[in-house]
């Protein structure tokens, strides 16, 4: 089963960057495109992002348009979002998981809907964007 551990949410005020990390602590992610999510409470989790397997495409939710990057090193099993421009609507705790297929925001959708019925979110991490 892989293993996917996200980390680095702090507390940051608007306007700030934050990046986040996506770990393995099982097998190897290298094969996986990585996709990022995010929960409110009362609401679903919701798709952000997301990294092709070997690190050459990305794609993002309009959300977060023009204020997100990622890059991976799967040497060390680590894909690395960031989100500048954070706003309060930014907030929320948020999960990695591999991706059903290849990067793109209807995969992380899909992917999105698929493990809230069927699976389970794992460790997320705290992110909160407050002055």
């Known amino acids: 089963q892989l293993q996917l551990v996200a980390s680095g949410g702090a507390l940051v005020q608007p306007g700030g960057s934050l990046r986040l990390s996506c770990a393995s602590s099982g097998p190897s992610l290298d094969r996986y495109a990585i996709g990022w999510f995010r929960q409110v409470p009362g609401k679903e989790h919701e798709g952000v992002a997301c990294i092709s397997s070997s690190g050459i495409s990305a794609n993002h939710a309009d959300s977060v348009v023009g204020r997100y990057t990622v890059s991976r090193d799967n040497a060390k099993s680590t894909v690395y979002p960031q989100t500048n421009s954070l706003k309060a609507e930014d907030t929320g705790v948020y999960y990695c998981?591999?991706?059903?297929?290849?990067?793109?925001?209807?995969?992380?959708?899909?992917?999105?809907?698929?493990?809230?019925?069927?699976?389970?979110w794992g460790r997320g991490t705290q992110v909160t964007v407050s002055s």
């Open positions: 998981g591999a991706l059903l297929g290849p990067c793109s925001i209807g995969t992380v959708t899909n992917t999105a809907r698929t493990v809230a019925e069927f699976g389970s």
